[in-house]
Protein backbone atom coordinates (compact mmCIF):
# COMPACT_ATOMS: atom_id res chain seq x y z
CA UNK A 1 0.00 0.00 0.00
CA UNK A 2 1.41 3.43 -0.99
CA UNK A 3 0.57 6.48 1.53
CA UNK A 4 1.23 9.71 -0.73
CA UNK A 5 3.15 12.44 1.73
CA UNK A 6 2.24 15.33 0.07
CA UNK A 7 -1.38 14.82 0.74
CA UNK A 8 -3.18 13.73 4.16
CA UNK A 9 -2.03 14.07 7.68
CA UNK A 10 -1.35 11.55 10.06
CA UNK A 11 -4.49 10.71 11.54
CA UNK A 12 -5.66 9.86 8.14
CA UNK A 13 -2.51 7.95 7.23
CA UNK A 14 -2.65 5.88 10.56
CA UNK A 15 -5.86 4.80 9.72
CA UNK A 16 -5.31 3.37 6.12
CA UNK A 17 -1.96 1.22 7.95
CA UNK A 18 -4.46 0.21 10.99
CA UNK A 19 -7.43 -0.68 8.29
CA UNK A 20 -4.76 -3.01 6.26
CA UNK A 21 -3.22 -4.72 9.08
CA UNK A 22 -7.00 -5.44 10.39
CA UNK A 23 -7.65 -7.03 6.46
CA UNK A 24 -3.81 -8.88 7.01
CA UNK A 25 -4.81 -10.15 10.44
CA UNK A 26 -8.33 -11.09 8.96
CA UNK A 27 -6.96 -12.80 5.62
CA UNK A 28 -3.82 -14.31 6.69
CA UNK A 29 -2.63 -12.37 3.40
CA UNK A 30 0.43 -9.82 3.31
CA UNK A 31 0.80 -6.67 1.85
CA UNK A 32 3.72 -3.86 2.09
CA UNK A 33 3.74 -0.33 3.44
CA UNK A 34 5.17 2.50 1.56
CA UNK A 35 6.09 5.96 2.56
CA UNK A 36 6.23 8.13 -0.59
CA UNK A 37 7.68 11.07 1.16
CA UNK A 38 6.95 14.41 -0.51
CA UNK A 39 10.30 15.28 -0.96
CA UNK A 40 12.61 18.62 -1.53
CA UNK A 41 10.71 21.34 -3.72
CA UNK A 42 10.51 24.77 -4.78
CA UNK A 43 6.86 27.07 -4.59
CA UNK A 44 5.59 29.95 -5.61
CA UNK A 45 4.17 31.81 -2.59
CA UNK A 46 1.42 35.14 -2.41
CA UNK A 47 -0.39 36.56 -4.78
CA UNK A 48 -2.40 39.51 -4.54
CA UNK A 49 -6.03 38.59 -3.41
CA UNK A 50 -5.04 34.80 -3.59
CA UNK A 51 -5.70 35.30 -7.53
CA UNK A 52 -4.09 33.57 -10.48
CA UNK A 53 -1.86 36.44 -12.70
CA UNK A 54 -2.23 35.79 -16.71
CA UNK A 55 1.59 36.05 -18.53
CA UNK A 56 1.91 36.90 -21.98
CA UNK A 57 5.05 35.92 -24.08
CA UNK A 58 7.75 38.31 -23.98
CA UNK A 59 7.12 39.87 -20.89
CA UNK A 60 9.59 40.54 -18.42
CA UNK A 61 8.89 38.40 -14.82
CA UNK A 62 10.85 38.47 -11.50
CA UNK A 63 10.88 35.87 -9.36
CA UNK A 64 12.23 37.17 -5.03
CA UNK A 65 13.60 35.01 -2.69
CA UNK A 66 11.98 37.98 -0.20
CA UNK A 67 8.97 35.71 1.32
CA UNK A 68 6.93 39.11 2.23
CA UNK A 69 6.56 39.86 -1.31
CA UNK A 70 2.52 39.75 -2.52
CA UNK A 71 2.91 38.08 -5.99
CA UNK A 72 1.09 40.11 -8.98
CA UNK A 73 1.62 39.85 -12.76
CA UNK A 74 5.05 40.92 -12.53
CA UNK A 75 6.94 39.59 -9.82
CA UNK A 76 6.17 36.84 -7.03
CA UNK A 77 8.14 34.98 -4.31
CA UNK A 78 9.56 31.31 -4.07
CA UNK A 79 10.20 29.16 -1.25
CA UNK A 80 13.93 28.78 -1.57
CA UNK A 81 16.54 30.82 -0.56
CA UNK A 82 19.06 29.34 -2.95
CA UNK A 83 17.06 30.57 -6.01
CA UNK A 84 19.43 33.46 -7.04
CA UNK A 85 22.83 31.54 -5.81
CA UNK A 86 21.70 28.28 -7.94
CA UNK A 87 20.58 30.05 -11.45
CA UNK A 88 22.60 31.72 -13.74
CA UNK A 89 21.59 33.78 -16.89
CA UNK A 90 20.09 31.60 -19.85
CA UNK A 91 18.63 28.76 -17.42
CA UNK A 92 15.19 27.81 -17.87
CA UNK A 93 12.56 28.37 -15.45
CA UNK A 94 9.53 26.09 -15.25
CA UNK A 95 6.17 26.51 -13.69
CA UNK A 96 3.22 24.47 -12.92
CA UNK A 97 5.02 20.94 -14.20
CA UNK A 98 6.15 22.86 -17.39
CA UNK A 99 2.75 24.91 -18.62
CA UNK A 100 4.83 27.91 -18.26
CA UNK A 101 8.20 28.59 -19.41
CA UNK A 102 10.75 31.37 -18.49
CA UNK A 103 14.52 31.99 -19.31
CA UNK A 104 16.45 33.85 -17.19
CA UNK A 105 18.02 36.86 -18.34
CA UNK A 106 19.71 38.64 -15.34
CA UNK A 107 19.74 37.78 -11.38
CA UNK A 108 20.27 41.23 -9.80
CA UNK A 109 20.02 40.58 -5.70
CA UNK A 110 17.52 38.70 -4.23
CA UNK A 111 15.68 38.65 -7.75
CA UNK A 112 15.94 36.46 -10.81
CA UNK A 113 15.08 38.46 -13.68
CA UNK A 114 13.17 36.00 -16.56
CA UNK A 115 11.89 36.89 -20.54
CA UNK A 116 8.13 34.88 -20.33
CA UNK A 117 8.35 32.25 -23.51
CA UNK A 118 4.55 31.27 -23.33
CA UNK A 119 1.40 32.10 -21.95
CA UNK A 120 -0.32 31.35 -19.13
CA UNK A 121 -1.84 31.16 -16.16
CA UNK A 122 0.46 31.73 -12.94
CA UNK A 123 -0.75 30.82 -9.11
CA UNK A 124 0.06 30.35 -5.44
CA UNK A 125 1.64 26.92 -4.49
CA UNK A 126 2.83 25.75 -7.80
CA UNK A 127 5.73 23.92 -8.67
CA UNK A 128 8.68 25.54 -9.53
CA UNK A 129 11.40 23.28 -11.62
CA UNK A 130 15.02 24.33 -12.69
CA UNK A 131 15.47 21.62 -15.43
CA UNK A 132 19.67 21.16 -15.43
CA UNK A 133 20.55 23.04 -12.69
CA UNK A 134 21.95 21.39 -9.79
CA UNK A 135 20.34 23.13 -6.71
CA UNK A 136 21.45 22.67 -3.00
CA UNK A 137 18.20 22.34 -1.38
CA UNK A 138 18.59 19.60 1.54
CA UNK A 139 17.59 15.89 0.58
CA UNK A 140 14.62 16.02 3.77
CA UNK A 141 12.40 19.01 4.12
CA UNK A 142 11.33 19.35 8.18
CA UNK A 143 8.16 17.86 6.95
CA UNK A 144 10.18 14.83 5.43
CA UNK A 145 11.64 14.44 8.59
CA UNK A 146 8.49 14.23 10.74
CA UNK A 147 6.99 12.01 7.88
CA UNK A 148 9.74 9.52 8.22
CA UNK A 149 9.34 9.76 12.22
CA UNK A 150 5.87 8.60 11.74
CA UNK A 151 6.78 5.75 9.24
CA UNK A 152 8.89 4.24 12.05
CA UNK A 153 7.15 4.65 14.67
CA UNK A 154 4.54 3.08 12.45
CA UNK A 155 6.64 0.17 11.17
CA UNK A 156 6.41 0.94 7.15
CA UNK A 157 8.65 -1.51 5.03
CA UNK A 158 9.39 1.10 2.36
CA UNK A 159 10.38 4.44 1.83
CA UNK A 160 10.42 5.84 -2.09
CA UNK A 161 12.30 8.92 -1.38
CA UNK A 162 11.06 11.87 -3.55
CA UNK A 163 14.06 13.74 -6.07
CA UNK A 164 16.86 12.15 -5.13
CA UNK A 165 19.86 14.07 -6.56
CA UNK A 166 22.80 12.05 -5.32
CA UNK A 167 24.06 9.29 -2.81
CA UNK A 168 24.21 11.75 -0.09
CA UNK A 169 20.50 12.16 -0.43
CA UNK A 170 19.81 8.52 0.45
CA UNK A 171 22.64 8.42 2.65
CA UNK A 172 20.90 11.23 4.97
CA UNK A 173 17.57 9.66 4.61
CA UNK A 174 19.03 6.05 6.07
CA UNK A 175 20.91 7.97 8.68
CA UNK A 176 17.44 9.63 9.89
CA UNK A 177 15.73 6.47 9.98
CA UNK A 178 18.07 4.21 11.94
CA UNK A 179 18.22 7.01 14.31
CA UNK A 180 14.69 6.70 14.45
CA UNK A 181 14.50 2.49 14.61
CA UNK A 182 13.59 2.43 10.72
CA UNK A 183 17.27 1.20 10.15
CA UNK A 184 14.91 -2.24 8.25
CA UNK A 185 13.48 -0.09 6.14
CA UNK A 186 14.37 -0.09 2.76
CA UNK A 187 14.44 3.00 0.26
CA UNK A 188 13.52 3.17 -2.98
CA UNK A 189 15.25 6.37 -4.68
CA UNK A 190 12.87 8.03 -7.60
CA UNK A 191 15.10 9.11 -10.42
CA UNK A 192 13.19 12.66 -11.62
CA UNK A 193 15.70 14.71 -13.05
CA UNK A 194 19.28 14.98 -14.77
CA UNK A 195 21.07 15.12 -11.77
CA UNK A 196 19.79 12.32 -10.55
CA UNK A 197 20.10 10.42 -13.92
CA UNK A 198 23.81 12.01 -14.62
CA UNK A 199 24.56 10.39 -10.51
CA UNK A 200 23.14 7.54 -10.97
CA UNK A 201 25.64 4.74 -10.45
CA UNK A 202 26.28 6.46 -6.95
CA UNK A 203 22.48 6.56 -6.12
CA UNK A 204 21.75 2.83 -7.12
CA UNK A 205 24.67 1.56 -4.66
CA UNK A 206 23.26 3.31 -1.70
CA UNK A 207 19.78 2.86 -3.04
CA UNK A 208 17.88 -0.71 -2.02
CA UNK A 209 14.88 -0.10 -4.82
CA UNK A 210 14.97 2.35 -8.07
CA UNK A 211 11.71 4.30 -9.09
CA UNK A 212 11.68 5.87 -12.33
CA UNK A 213 9.36 8.94 -11.87
CA UNK A 214 8.57 9.89 -15.55
CA UNK A 215 5.78 12.32 -15.10
CA UNK A 216 8.39 14.47 -12.98
CA UNK A 217 11.38 13.70 -15.09
CA UNK A 218 8.97 14.55 -18.09
CA UNK A 219 9.01 18.18 -16.49
CA UNK A 220 12.74 18.00 -16.29
CA UNK A 221 13.90 16.53 -19.19
CA UNK A 222 12.54 16.54 -22.82
CA UNK A 223 9.89 14.53 -23.24
CA UNK A 224 11.01 12.31 -26.25
CA UNK A 225 13.77 11.47 -23.93
CA UNK A 226 12.14 10.17 -20.75
CA UNK A 227 12.07 6.63 -22.65
CA UNK A 228 15.46 6.57 -22.80
CA UNK A 229 16.52 7.28 -19.31
CA UNK A 230 14.06 4.77 -18.61
CA UNK A 231 15.94 1.88 -20.41
CA UNK A 232 19.24 3.09 -19.05
CA UNK A 233 18.06 2.67 -15.50
CA UNK A 234 16.52 -0.61 -16.39
CA UNK A 235 19.51 -1.81 -17.87
CA UNK A 236 21.87 -0.96 -15.09
CA UNK A 237 19.42 -2.53 -12.07
CA UNK A 238 19.34 -5.94 -14.25
CA UNK A 239 22.47 -6.85 -12.34
CA UNK A 240 20.98 -6.00 -9.02
CA UNK A 241 18.53 -8.29 -9.77
Same mark, same amino acid.
Given at each position: ?????????????????????????????? +???? &??? /?????????? !?? %?? =???????????????????????????????????????????????????????????????????????????????????? +???? &??? /?????????? !?? %?? =???????????????????????????????????????????????????????????????????????????????????? +?
Amino acid at each position: MRLNFSHGDYAEHGQRIQNLRNVMSKTGKK +AAIL &LDT /KGPEIRTIKL !EG %GN =DVSLKAGQTFTFTTDKSVIGNNEIVAVTYEGFTSDLAVGNTVLVDDGLIGMEVTAIEGNKVICKVLNNGDLGENKGVNLPGVSI +ALPA &LAE /KDKQDLIFGC !EQ %GV =DFVAASFIRKRSDVVEIREHLKAHGGENIQIISKIENQEGLNNFDEILEASDGIMVARGDMGVEIPVEEVIFAQKMIIEKMYPR +A
